[in-house]
Each structure stands twice: as structure tokens, then as C-alpha cells.
């Protein structure tokens, strides 16, 4: 310890020096090699030349841990000690900031391992680990988590709606809203846990679509905006207690098409007359021009208009699902194609006219209103009944 020491540690040109390496210390940077980045006047170079020396002035070179050892060491005196005598102990900034990243890390991933032990499928819980859905606040994961474990306990709802089921769980009807963190979080997991690991991992990065957002809902059994989510169909002839049935059982008298909503099929509903085959398209001047032209004769059609709603997926699913045979058709452009393919995919579906000639279906529309007049007329098939009513077995008979 040196008195003289003390005195060139407190000029300007060293104090600057000694601040950024306690820093250098503090951030565990201790290696000789150390540079040591500070801007020096002249004269404060020339203050630390007194004791790095004058071929260390005149050398232009930086200030590193080494040098600055190798000098003090000369003088009797030692770094760590000039720097505890002129500003106190070196704290471990490092090993604290360190301690903490692992404490928050602990934090999170039981954040994580919580939403496993409560239910959730494995492979959506890692995919949602993988993409961060919970944060990286340890103090935000938790809470998050907590809220997700409060909705998979309430699942499957009951045809409750969305804001009712947010209110209950959190007092707060939009906290489940597409707009707020939490209920985009929670859609996207709910998604997670009805596809499969590869189908839940190649739409993790895309965000749901307003249809999507209803559809996942609708399939954990919540009401979410089911008046906004629509599906066209000409002479499609439903009973049961839906809505739906009603609609369309009035709008197939006069052979005029109609919309229905995700609300309106959310009862039981069933297709009479012994239908086996529905035809779809995507384009509403196909049903247009079929009821102008054919009215009441024209065959069952169901239009998507557009990628399919939660509404048209829910009235698709339900008719592959009880056997009828869906022919299926949109626009041969790249979003046509996409969700064509997405059509396929349902039990027993094929392809509506795939060698008529046409890019879009206003190209194929004779076509596809020459396919929609009927030729003959069966009767005699059972109902097929849908929603939660029994399913007969469907015979082979002829389309109406």
C-alpha cells in the first residue's frame, strides 16, 4: 500500500482508468489480456504514462489489466487492493445478474411444468415453451399460467360464450379477447392440444385467423362470436332443433339460397331426405346462378365463400362425418388450391369436376350448373343425423 499510489489513483486520468476496470472486475473480466476501453485526454495519458512508463505513452497502445498489474506489482502495491482502498470491495455484478437469470429461469420453467401436471398435452406445452407464449417475466409466466391451468380446469365448456367464461374465471369479460395477451396465448394453446405435434409446430409462427379463433373455441365447447361466422347453402334440406333447420327448411321451399351462422347450427340438426352427396363451392355466384336457373330442382350445394369459416367447417365436418359424400371445388389460384387440399382431408371427400376446364369457377359455371340439375330423385334412404342425434346407417341410393 502506497500513499503515492493513492494520490496518482485519485487524478483524472487514472480514476478513469480504475472506474472501467472495476467494472471489467465486476462483469468477471479479469484476464491480462483485458483491455481496458477508456478515452484519454493527452494529459490524462500522460498521467497513467507515470506509472505504465513512457514507452507505453509513446507506443499509442491501449491501458490492459496486465500492464496495469505489472506496474502497480513494481511499486509494491496490488490492483485489487488499490481499487478496495479507493472504492470499496468489488461486488460480483456477474454472479448476481447470473443468480438471478437462474432464478428466473427456474421460475418459468415451473411456469411450464405446472401447465403438464394440470393436464395439457405434452407436445403443446413444449411448443409453447419453444416459442416463449409465456413470457420471459418469471413474474408474467406465473401469472399467465395460473390463468391458463383456471381455463383448462373449465373445460369443455358448455356452449357458454367467451366473455362469460372470462368473467367468471378472472372478472374480467375480455381478458380471453382476441386483442389481449392472455386470450391470444390461450387460443394459440387450445389450437395446440387438438392437432398434432407436426400440425402444431407448422402453424405456431402464423396467427389465427378471426374463423380460426372461433373454431378452436367452438371445439373446446365456448361460444365465440358465433353470429359473425357464416356459410351459404342452396336447397339443403335440414330438420332438428337447430336454428339452421328452420332457415334452411324455408329457404329450400322457394329455392333461395341462405346464410347460416355458427350459432344457428350449434343445436342438433339432421339432413333429410335420404341425401348422400353434397356438392360445394367456394364462390357465391355459383349458388346464384343456380337458384336463378334452376330453383327449387337445383341439388344440395353448400358455398364457403372464401377459405372456410369455423360455420362452414362445422357444417362440413358434421355431413363427412355422418358419410355424405362431399364433391368439392373452389378457384384453382394458390388460396383456392390451399384450402381445396384442406376440403380433401374430410372423410370421403373428392374433387367436384376436376377435368372441367377453368381457372376460376365463373369459368366452369355451366359445368358445375349442368352437374347441379338433378336426373333422377331417391327417396327411400334414411335420415342421416347430425349434431348429437343418432346416426343411421346410409344405404347406397341415388342423389336426389
Not at 34 to 59: I, P
Request: net charge negative; aromatic share 4%.
Amino acid at each position: 500500500m502506497s500513499a503515492a499510489t493513492d494520490r496518482w489513483a485519485a487524478q483524472p486520468g487514472p480514476h478513469k482508468v480504475l472506474t472501467a476496470v472495476r467494472e471489467l472486475l465486476q462483469d468477471r473480466r479479469t484476464g491480462n489480456g483485458v483491455t481496458v476501453r477508456v478515452e484519454l485526454t493527452a494529459t490524462e495519458r500522460a498521467q497513467v504514462a507515470r506509472y505504465l512508463g513512457v514507452a507505453w505513452d509513446t507506443s499509442g497502445q491501449p491501458v490492459t489489466l496486465g500492464k496495469l498489474r505489472t506496474a502497480l506489482t513494481r511499486t509494491g502495491d496490488d490492483l485489487l487492493d488499490l481499487l478496495t482502498r479507493t472504492g470499496g470491495a468489488i461486488d460480483d455484478v456477474r454472479g448476481r445478474r447470473e443468480q438471478a437469470a437462474a432464478r428466473t429461469a427456474a421460475t418459468i420453467d415451473a411456469a411450464y411444468t405446472s401447465l403438464t401436471t394440470t393436464g395439457l398435452p405434452d407436445h403443446a406445452v413444449q411448443l409453447a415453451r419453444k416459442r416463449r407464449w409465456l413470457g420471459t417475466d418469471p413474474d408474467t409466466a406465473t401469472r399467465r399460467s395460473d390463468d391458463l391451468q383456471h381455463l383448462w380446469h373449465a373445460l369443455p365448456g358448455t356452449g357458454r360464450p367467451l366473455a362469460e367464461i372470462a368473467n367468471t374465471l378472472y372478472g374480467d369479460p375480455h381478458r380471453l379477447d382476441r386483442d389481449h395477451d392472455l386470450g391470444r396465448t390461450a387460443a394459440r394453446l387450445l389450437a395446440a392440444t387438438t392437432a398434432t405435434a407436426d400440425q402444431a409446430a407448422s402453424a405456431a409462427d402464423t396467427a389465427l385467423t378471426a374463423d380460426q379463433w372461433r373454431q378452436v373455441w367452438a371445439e373446446h365447447g365456448i361460444s365465440c362470436d358465433g353470429v359473425s361466422s357464416t356459410v351459404l347453402i342452396l336447397n339443403l334440406p335440414l330438420t332438428g332443433k337447430a336454428p339452421a333447420a328452420r332457415i334452411a327448411g324455408a329457404a329450400a321451399e322457394h329455392g333461395e339460397p341462405v346464410w347460416l351462422t355458427s350459432r344457428s347450427l350449434r343445436a342438433d340438426w339432421a339432413l333429410a331426405s335420404g341425401l348422400t352427396v353434397v356438392r360445394v363451392c367456394e364462390n357465391p355466384a355459383v349458388a346464384e346462378a343456380a337458384a336463378d336457373r334452376l330453383g327449387t330442382a337445383c341439388l344440395p350445394l353448400v358455398c364457403i365463400y372464401g377459405r372456410p369459416s369455423s360455420a362452414a367447417w362445422t357444417l362440413l365436418r358434421d355431413l363427412a362425418a355422418a358419410g355424405v359424400q362431399l364433391r368439392v371445388t373452389a378457384d384453382r389460384d394458390t388460396a383456392g388450391r390451399s384450402f381445396l387440399t384442406e376440403m380433401l382431408a374430410l372423410p370421403g371427400a373428392t374433387e367436384w369436376l376436376p377435368d372441367a376446364d377453368g381457372l376460376y369457377e365463373e369459368a366452369r359455371l355451366e359445368a358445375l350448373i349442368a352437374d347441379l340439375t338433378p336426373t333422377s330423385r331417391a327417396t327411400t334412404d334414411p335420415v342421416v343425423r347430425l349434431r348429437g342425434l343418432s346416426r343411421h346407417a346410409m344405404t347406397d341410393g341415388a342423389e336426389p
